[in-house]
């Protein structure tokens, strides 16, 4: 799993992560990334995993649609996000390819202390693992919070002292809808990209403009996080249909304008991180 991002990083491309919020996401997810040949990462927050139906439901649910699709694309299965070392270690016995241990709201020693005990049942289980430093802003999934722009030393701390195989510092972007104009800070990104060799994740991609997303790519960032975006084009096309005939109830006529809505955003963000005709 690590040499597909680490394949991303060395050709300048990222790998989206577009997050499932239930069956029709994880089969949008997969077409999209199908049609136009890219690998692709699935994530599931932790925070909205009993929403999900469990570690276990969800992750064999993927893993069963992407045979049940008959998909030649990689993908990556992974927890967004997780809340605990418990919760990573779950995610890791249910069969995820990755997990991330989001260890931001820590001080830095218990960060790296928590983040290393995840990377070693992990890495035991053939399982990369994402780490966080500083904080990335806004909110998702209830979880509401403010930038706070990741350290150097605490990066180069967290990557060297837990070897953990991506790193998410936190700089400027945020989950959710951005009031304004994003400022990714690309100056502490550069510094970040020349001291650390492991590839970045840039984390609340939905509003970040073609640009800046393609400047975060060239500094290193070879996974790039999508929610927002995605479930603004679902709802969209749901209120549209359902207030274009008020009759309707049939479940498939009210989801599939919706699901074409997904499939076509999801391309979109694949074309934006070059990530298409990669496999
Ligand atoms: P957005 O919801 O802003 O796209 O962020 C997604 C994300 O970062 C998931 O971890």
Same mark, same amino acid.
């Given at each position: 799993?690590?040499?597909?991002?680490?394949?991303?990083?060395?050709?300048?491309?990222?790998?989206?992560?577009?997050?499932?919020?239930?069956?029709?996401?994880?089969?949008?997810? =997969?077409?999209?990334?199908?049609?136009?040949?890219?690998?692709?990462?699935?994530?599931?927050?932790?925070?909205?995993?009993?929403? =999900?139906?469990?570690?276990?439901?969800?992750?064999?649910?993927?893993? &069963?649609?992407?045979?049940?699709?008959?998909? $030649?694309?990689? #993908?990556?299965?992974?927890?967004?996000?997780?809340? $605990?070392?418990?919760?990573?270690?779950?995610?890791?016995?249910?069969?995820?390819?990755?997990?991330?241990?989001?260890?931001?709201?820590?001080?830095?020693?218990?960060?790296?202390?928590?983040?290393?005990?995840?990377?070693?049942?992990?890495?035991?289980?053939?399982?990369?693992?994402?780490?966080?430093?500083?904080?990335?802003?806004?909110?998702?999934?209830? #979880?509401?919070?403010?930038?706070?722009?990741?350290?150097?030393?605490?990066?180069?701390? !967290?990557?060297?002292? $837990?070897? !953990?195989?991506?790193?998410?510092?936190?700089?400027?972007?945020?989950?959710?809808?951005?009031?304004?104009?994003?400022?990714?800070?690309?100056?502490?990104?550069?510094?970040?990209?020349?001291?650390?060799?492991?590839? =970045?994740?840039?984390?609340?991609?939905?509003?970040?403009?073609?640009?800046?997303?393609?400047?975060?790519?060239?500094?290193?960032?070879?996974?790039?996080?999508?929610?927002?975006?995605? &479930?603004?084009?679902?709802?969209?096309?749901?209120?549209?249909?359902?207030?274009?005939?008020?009759? !309707?109830?049939?479940?498939?006529?009210? !989801?599939?304008?919706?699901?074409?809505?997904?499939?076509?955003?999801?391309?979109?963000?694949?074309?934006?991180?070059?990530?298409?005709?990669?496999?």
């Amino acid at each position: 799993m690590n040499t597909i991002i680490q394949k991303a990083k060395e050709e300048h491309y990222a790998i989206p992560q577009i997050n499932a919020n239930g069956l029709i996401w994880i089969e949008c997810i =997969l077409k999209a990334a199908e049609i136009t040949r890219s690998p692709i990462i699935i994530g599931t927050t932790d925070k909205v995993i009993e929403f =999900l139906g469990g570690y276990q439901f969800i992750c064999s649910t993927i893993k &069963n649609k992407i045979k049940a699709m008959d998909v $030649t694309i990689p #993908v990556i299965v992974h927890l967004d996000h997780g809340l $605990t070392v418990e919760n990573c270690k779950k995610a890791v016995d249910a069969g995820y390819d990755s997990v991330m241990f989001d260890g931001s709201k820590l001080p830095i020693e218990e960060n790296i202390k928590q983040t290393k005990a995840v990377v070693d049942y992990a890495h035991k289980n053939n399982v990369i693992v994402e780490g966080e430093v500083g904080a990335i802003g806004g909110n998702e999934d209830g #979880v509401i919070g403010n930038v706070k722009y990741a350290d150097l030393d605490d990066c180069l701390r !967290l990557a060297q002292e $837990t070897l !953990l195989d991506t790193l998410a510092p936190a700089l400027g972007s945020v989950h959710g809808k951005y009031q304004g104009e994003p400022d990714l800070g690309f100056a502490e990104m550069k510094a970040i990209q020349d001291a650390i060799d492991v590839p =970045l994740v840039l984390h609340g991609a939905s509003g970040i403009s073609d640009e800046d997303l393609l400047k975060a790519i060239h500094l290193g960032h070879a996974k790039i996080n999508f929610n927002t975006e995605i &479930n603004i084009a679902w709802s969209n096309q749901l209120r549209q249909t359902l207030n274009q005939d008020k009759s !309707l109830f049939n479940p498939q006529q009210i !989801l599939n304008p919706s699901k074409e809505a997904m499939v076509e955003t999801i391309q979109s963000i694949i074309y934006k991180c070059t990530s298409h005709n990669r496999v």
